[in-house]
């Protein structure tokens, strides 16, 4: 499972966020943060936090 945390100039929560999934996902292969983009940014507003979770068939 590999996990991307986005967030709009909200890098404190998108860690919290970060920091909760990585606790209870015990097969996380990877996990990052990172800046959303500005098409979605401009849709979901300031502040906003979001994870996108990819889940590997066995």
Same mark, same amino acid.
């Given at each position: 499972m590999r996990v991307v945390? &986005? &967030?709009v100039d909200n890098p404190?929560?998108?860690e919290e966020i970060a920091a909760?999934?990585?606790d209870r996902?015990?097969?996380l292969l990877s996990l990052s943060v990172t800046d959303m983009g500005p098409v979605l940014a #401009? &849709? #979901?507003g300031g502040g906003a936090v979001g994870a996108?979770?990819?889940v590997e068939d066995a």
């Open positions: 945390v &986005h &967030h404190d929560g998108a909760a999934l990585t996902l015990p097969n #401009v &849709h #979901v996108c979770i990819s």
